[in-house]
């Protein structure tokens, strides 16, 4: 009030004090070099600093309206469990190409390891572990690919009525998946959900 200043007027005075700005590049025979203007504060007292206006001639800084100090962080969400109240939600991200199976239980050794230096009461708890749909879905198709390998036994064995050629040309099935496995594995392709599906 005292310098006819509104909040939007300091905002303001902030947002444009704190950017880097991109100046295009300058070429220099066979170099390059980038133009960058940096205007990023990096410090509260640098944010004291930031002139907003003048009045009477002095300018005005935020150090002289506004208290800096740093504060608390923006809320973005809340976690409950069981209607308890809340708790800490933490996520595990994996880097393109990991084996997730792999990566999963290397967070579940890790986090065996900090369990340990939990505060008294406190407790961890998995919410979602993604072992268990890799698990599943291999159980899944190891059984389908076993049922269906007897099943293409038995209906050759109906109709060539041999086993021993019924066999003979059920090793197709064994032999063909091999063959992909090891073109998979020469091309880097992980046995992923899709890939075993």
Do not use: C
């Not at 190891?142 to 040309?169: D, M, P, Q, T």
């Amino acid at each position: 009030i005292k310098y006819h200043l509104t909040y939007e007027q300091v905002i303001e005075a902030v947002r444009e004090n704190n950017r880097n700005v991109g100046g295009g590049s300058m070429t220099d025979e066979t170099e390059m070099m980038l133009v960058q203007g940096r205007g990023q504060l990096e410090s509260i007292q640098g944010i004291k600093d930031v002139v907003i206006t003048s009045y009477d001639g002095q300018p005005v800084r935020i150090s002289n309206v506004a208290d800096v100090e740093i504060g608390h962080e923006i809320r973005r969400g809340a976690v409950t469990a069981d209607g308890k109240g809340e708790v800490v939600l933490g996520l595990g991200f994996m880097l393109m190409g990991e084996n997730s199976h792999e990566v999963t239980w290397n967070m579940k050794n890790r986090l065996d390891e900090v369990k340990g230096s939990l505060p008294p009461g406190a407790e961890v708890e998995t919410v979602y572990d993604r072992t268990e749909l890799v698990d599943y879905v291999i159980d899944t198709v190891r059984g389908n690919l076993l049922e269906g390998g007897l099943l293409v036994v038995a209906i050759l064995f109906v109709f060539l009525g041999n086993l021993r050629g019924a066999l003979i040309v059920a090793l197709a099935i064994p032999l063909s998946m091999m063959a992909a496995f090891s073109g998979m594995l020469q091309a880097g392709i992980a046995a992923s959900l899709l890939s075993l599906g």
